[in-house]
């Protein structure tokens, strides 16, 4: 079964607009984390933000925010202010604490592909 | 100071030939991480070391796969001998600790094309 599903493989949002990319997670561990990484089209991938499962409020990086639903299992993530350099791979992915069976390595969806238009 | 480096950036070799790659990660980070990409699919988790003991390596494909970190600083991820589906970009990722918020840093991967 999918861990980490990134149900949008692709997305276009206009410059200055917010985009909203959705992760959905599955995991019976109570203790987890929750990252999103960005791979531009140069192929490294870029750390964003990190929500914990025990975080009480959502997570704020500048303009990435995350919409932390546990009850749900959702961590969708919020670009606010579109520019054109967020056209990129964003790629969701979830790490298990020690009741998990991933051992610490990273868990990751199939990624969404931003295009943001001028 | 010097993120993840990997090297060489491509490669493309033909069946049955082999090929090493290389990870640098950042100086101090005792975790290393081995993921690939295969095209279309999702990143998968290979390998890790804490230092230079496997800790992990339950992702490796096959015997095919040999990877070391010799000393505890660089690792190399040997593919011998290569079949076509080992196609993809290879990921390293370090972090400081193995903790659920430390953040992995991630090269910028090795794209290997096995014709």
């Known amino acids: 079964a999918q861990k980490i599903t990134q149900t949008q493989p692709g997305m276009f949002v206009q410059e200055k607009e917010a985009v909203t990319l959705d992760c959905t997670y599955d995991?019976?561990?109570?203790?987890?984390?929750l990252f999103w990484y960005k791979q531009p089209s140069s192929g490294e991938m870029i750390f964003l933000i990190y929500?914990?499962?025990?975080?009480?409020q959502n997570a704020t990086e500048g303009r990435y925010s995350l919409n932390f639903q546990k009850a749900r299992k959702s961590a969708n993530l919020v670009i606010s202010a579109s520019q054109l350099g967020d056209s990129a791979m964003y790629f969701c992915?979830?790490?298990?604490?020690?009741?998990?069976?991933?051992?610490?390595?990273?868990?990751f969806g199939k990624g969404t592909k931003l295009s943001v238009k001028p | 100071e010097a993120g993840v480096t990997q090297f060489p950036s491509h490669s493309v070799i033909e069946k049955g030939q082999t090929v090493t790659l290389r990870c640098d990660p950042i100086?101090?980070?005792?975790?290393l991480y081995w993921y690939r990409r295969v095209m279309g699919k999702e990143i998968k988790f290979l390998l890790h070391?804490?230092?230079?003991?496997?800790?992990?390596e339950s992702g490796m494909p096959n015997n095919r796969f040999l990877a070391e970190r010799t000393g505890g600083t660089y690792s190399t991820l040997k593919v011998q001998p290569a079949e076509l589906e080992d196609s993809g970009v290879y990921f390293c990722?370090?972090?400081?600790?193995?903790?659920?918020?430390?953040?992995?840093?991630f090269g910028p991967g090795t794209r290997l094309t096995v014709l």
């Open positions: 990722a370090s972090s400081q600790v193995v903790a659920i918020r430390d953040t992995q840093y």
């Open positions: 995991t019976s561990d109570p203790s987890y984390g």
């Open positions: 929500q914990g499962s025990y975080d009480q």
């Open positions: 992915a979830m790490r298990e604490g020690p009741n998990g069976g991933s051992q610490g390595n990273l868990i």
């Open positions: 100086s101090g980070h005792d975790n």
């Open positions: 070391f804490v230092k230079e003991s496997k800790q992990d």
